[in-house]
């Protein structure tokens, strides 16, 4: 078999607030998923899931419930999580054909997507808080399915951890596929996108289309924030120079 040459860059993309916006059906999947395992409606007013994983939003719902019930839930342990987990994906086959009404995609992203196709040894991924069926519903939605972002390399927020978990499975799919992992770029709307990245040693880049602004952004530590996506050519640079660091680097050893 020949080898596959491994990318110069990968780009690993959020999904809810910098790829698209989907509307309120993820908050009722989560819902109406966290009934079905506890038996209690959820209290979303009282946790913030910006940035967390399905997983994490599920045990910050189960917090949030008056104490005698949250601790009836943690005494399930991870079992609590995988059933939750399995439940969100069950929710999303059944309400993916939704999405098509609401879900749409963030100003310049289509562009920005096709430049980084265009762009040699570039590869695209996700690495999102959402569950795998529930990111490939969104993609699915709004046209993104089955371009240039190989779902099938991506992480996902179906185990227990903070979210650079989603980062560092990317990393070994990536790792796994290509013989090794190429220098990462990961692309969010939230600072907890931003410390994921940083976490698992890669470059983030921080988008304000999602409900964190600029300054928020900046303030995470993102390398690099931008107002929205709509000159694809500013990711490109950014994914340009990662890619000449990485060479530069290997050219010292």
Known sequence: M???AVPT???CWDVDGTLLLGGPIGTEVLGEAFTQVTGHPPRFEAISMGGHTDWLIGEALRDALDAEAAAEIAARGDAFGHAMIAAVS?????RAGDLHAVARTLPGVRETVAALAAEPGVVQTLTTGNVRVGAHAKLTAVGLADGPIDLGLGGYGEGPGARVRVV???RDALSAHFGAAPPLVVVGDTPRDVEAAHRAGA????VATGRCGVGELRDAG????FDDLADPGR???VVRSTGEDRHAAEAGR
């Open 90 to 94: 069950a929710e999303w086959r059944r």
């Open 9 to 11: 860059v990968a780009v």
């Open 2 to 4: 020949i080898p596959r």
């Open 203 to 206: 470059v983030a880049v921080g």
């Open 168 to 170: 560092e499975q990317a």
């Open 222 to 225: 993102a390398e690099h924030v």
């Open 235 to 237: 990711l490109v640079a």
